[in-house]
């Protein structure tokens, strides 16, 4: 094996096939042959357009979903399985404070544990004991990601974290997610229909088609986070839109 003796991949997925069935409708089938891995250390962004079978991928390696045909290692259903999630929705209990949030997200004999590390690079220090009605929608992102970051996690998922936001609200996030992932360097598997983010953050780029999702390229990005400029960005969207047709966007 070419990657004998290296760590194994935090994440392995492998989804033959699934299909969404129900009584009123007809099925509709959402991922049909999608497998990769997501290395240690690495930042991995799955790009496809829109209802190509993205969240559905997120919520089969989550455990959240079992009705699919492929197998997904470690075991999510298995404690331990260290996997911080931030859905595209924040999902905050809206009767409990920021940190009353994030303190329950954590097992019962870690809900003491000091959060300020984690709540100041985050810049939700503010607004700890506010309740998320109070917070715009990227407050509320910024606290689901402290939230599975209080979890110390292997890899982080992120389903779209940037949709939504307006210009200035989008560029803070997207700096701290990249400062947190240099600073706590775990793995991340992000998912997004926007190429650019995407470049901004990845290592590599997994390009999926639309519905059923397909893997239909991979791609190394060789050059340091930094060097990653206005004219790097536009120079490789389109080169990759012109090699992956209908998933990008151009
Ligand atoms: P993406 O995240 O890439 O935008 P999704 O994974 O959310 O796409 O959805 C993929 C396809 O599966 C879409 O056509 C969507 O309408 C359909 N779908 C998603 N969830 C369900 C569901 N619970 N029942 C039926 N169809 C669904
Ligand atoms: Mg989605």
Known sequence: MSDAGAEPPVLSV????KVY?????EPVEAVR????????????CLIGPSGAGKTTTLRILLGLDRDYEGSVAPDPREAGAGVGMVFQEPRLLPWRTVEQNVRLALPRERRARDLDG??????????????PGALSLGMQRRVALARALALDPRLLVLD???????DTAAAQLRAIVADTVDRLGM????VTHNIAEALGLADRLLLVSARPARLVGEERL???RPARDRAFVEATRAALAARYPGVIAD
């Open 14 to 17: 492998e989804i033959a096939r």
């Open 33 to 44: 042959g999608l497998a990769f891995r997501v290395p240690a250390g690495e930042i991995v």
């Open 187 to 190: 793995s991340v598997l992000m």
């Open 118 to 131: 984690l709540f100041a690079p985050l810049g939700l220090e503010p607004w700890r004991d506010r309740y």
């Open 160 to 166: 779209e974290p940037f949709v939504s936001l307006d």
């Open 222 to 224: 060789p050059v340091p």
């Open 21 to 25: 069935r129900s009584r009123r409708a």
